[in-house]
Each structure stands twice: as structure tokens, then as C-alpha cells.
């Protein structure tokens, strides 16, 4: 029988893979004013912007004697700069070059009294371009970004009843603008050995064991997908029996996948993710000997 239609918008790559190169570039430059004017948190927690009720935001970030953010607006489809002083200074979102994006930040921050100052590159990206040399990323669909958006405030949720159930230490439901994926990550307690020739960013991100969750909508010709890895991978790992059904082990990721457009075509979509959060945790954490007694919430 045909699936029944749900709220949760459909992302194929095909129809907004500009829109997301466009809005990845753009994400990073706002995350790297984030980046430079926070403090550093245990793995990298101070970087990530966070999903709201209109967009994504860097939340406050202080500035000598204000604070401001920079938020996304994927409803009026502006980016909005706001003061704790009450100055503010808007972007439309609209077709425009990574380069204009950037001068063009760099401008209304100006014109606010703020100076920050970035390394211009972004990263994360086999082949990076200087955001001031970057004329070729320059779209911008609204109603794409609105449903990429939308995805975001149907997935956050889920993540976070997720996160509820356990005690342990536990990442914020965050997204990272570098990977450009939605993310929740729980920590078994115990410090990791270092990985095989890791750089400074991946030693403090994977300083400690993880088991990590998250949503990555698409790009470079692979469809939008949930994720779940465990670091280190515990023997056995990718073996393990998850569900849903759909769900696999892809050997070249390291990591479980779950296609994006399986949980939307599901009568809940909800409770299918939640079966493949859970079922992804419980491999790792039984196999990687965590101390589950201890680390999740039992109800009474």
C-alpha cells in the first residue's frame, strides 16, 4: 500500500544540492565568528549553531561590554545580527556569492562596532575556497532552505528525547557547520586511546569514548541519512543487529545509516528514528562494556 504523506519535508539531494554547497559556506562563516568569540569547551561544544523556531542561531556571544548573535532566518529568509544594546542589522537571503556573503557580513558587523577576525578558509572540504575567491557557491532556493530547515525542528525533538534518557555526560543536540550534520553525543565516562594520526581537532573531539548520533543532509551525490558511530568501534560494532530495517553498515564510513527518506515514508516517523537511536546505542554500549546501570535513566 502507498505510504501514507507526513509532515516531515522530502530532501532529495537533486533538487537543492546549490542551495546546501551555498548555505554549507555560508554556515561557516557565521560558525567561525562563533568560533572566535567563545571560549574553548571540552570537544569543540563552543562551535555548533543551534535550530530555533525561524532558522539556526549562534546563540549570545560576547563582545567587550555587549553580547550579540547572528541568526538564520529560514522564514523571512534573512540573516538577522543582534545587539544586547538593541542595534541590529539585517541580510536578505537570496542568490548571492560566498565572496558578497562574507564582505557583506563583515560589513553590518562593522557598521555594529564589532571587529572579528576569522581564518577566511572554510574546512572540513576536499578541496576549500577562500571565502573571498569563492564566486562559485551562489544560490539560494527559500523554500529548500526553509524545508532543510524544517527537517531540522522534526529531528531536533526526537534527539533530544533521546538525550533525556541518559545520565551520563552528554553533548548538547547541536549542528556542526563544519560536517554540516545535526548531532547528540553521549560519552561512556572513560578517556579514549589517541587515534591514528589525528590532528589537534580530532584529539579533543575524540578525546574520550563516544557514541555519536546525528542527521547529515546530503551532498556530493549521496542522499540526506541519520548516522551512528561509536568511537573507538567496539569488535563486533558492524556486525551488530540494528533496526529499522533499512538500516546498514557502510564499512567505508565506519558508521550506521539510515536513509532520511525511509523515516519520512514511516506511519511515525518519530518512533522509527527512535528505534534506530536505540538499537545503534545498545550495540555500542554493551559491546564496548560501557556501565549502563549507571549511565541511563531507568523509569520506576
Known amino acids: 500500500m502507498p505510504q501514507q504523506p507526513t509532515s516531515w519535508p522530502a530532501l532529495p539531494a537533486s533538487e537543492w544540492a546549490d542551495t546546501m554547497a551555498t548555505l554549507h559556506m555560508w554556515t561557516q562563516i557565521v560558525g567561525k565568528i562563533r568560533l572566535a568569540q567563545t571560549p574553548l569547551v571540552n570537544h569543540w561544544w563552543n562551535v555548533p549553531l543551534y535550530v530555533t523556531a525561524r532558522g539556526l542561531t549562534t546563540s549570545a556571544m560576547p563582545y567587550e561590554e555587549r553580547s550579540f548573535q ?11 545580527i543582534s545587539c544586547s544594546d538593541g542595534a541590529e542589522r539585517r541580510l536578505a537571503l537570496q542568490p548571492r556569492s560566498v565572496a558578497a556573503f562574507y564582505r557583506e557580513v563583515m560589513e553590518l558587523l562593522s557598521q555594529l562596532g564589532i571587529t572579528v577576525k576569522i581564518w577566511p578558509v572554510p574546512v572540513e572540504l576536499e578541496h576549500p575556497i577562500p571565502f573571498l575567491e ?12 526553509q524545508r532543510f530547515w524544517r527537517s531540522l525542528t522534526l529531528i531536533a525533538p526526537v534527539l533530544e528525547s533521546f538525550r533525556a534518557q541518559f545520565m551520563g555526560k552528554c553533548s548538547p543536540v547541536h549542528f556542526f557547520w563544519g560536517s554540516f550534520d ?3 553525543t553521549r560519552f561512556s565516562g572513560r578517556s579514549a586511546p589517541p587515534r591514528e594520526g ?19 543532509p546530503g551532498g556530493n551525490g549521496q542522499e540526506a541519512a541519520f548516522y551512528a558511530y561509536s568511537a573507538p568501534a567496539p569488535a563486533g560494532f558492524a556486525e551488530a543487529p540494528v533496526q529499522p530495517a533499512e538500516a546498514y553498515y557502510s564499512p567505508e564510513l565506519g558508521e550506521f ?7 519520512r515514508q514511516a ?7 527512535r528505534q534506530f537511536l536505540q538499537s ?6 554493551t559491546l564496548g562494556h ?8 531507568h523509569s520506576a
Open 70 to 80: 547572528i541568526d538564520f532566518d529560514f522564514l523571512a529568509h534573512e540573516l538577522v
Open 134 to 145: 569563492d564566486e562559485q557557491h551562489a544560490s539560494y532556493a527559500p523554500e529548500a532552505a
Open 182 to 184: 545535526l548531532a547528540v
Open 198 to 216: 589525528a590532528d589537534s581537532i580530532t584529539l579533543e573531539a575524540y578525546s574520550h569514548e563516544v557514541i555519536s548520533h546525528g542527521f547529515w
Open 257 to 263: 545509516l539510515l536513509p532520511y527518506a525511509a523515516v
Open 267 to 273: 506511519p511515525d516517523p518519530a518512533a522509527y528514528l
Open 280 to 285: 545503534t546505542y545498545d550495540a555500542g554500549a
Open 290 to 297: 560501557w556501565n549502563r546501570a549507571e549511565l541511563e535513566r
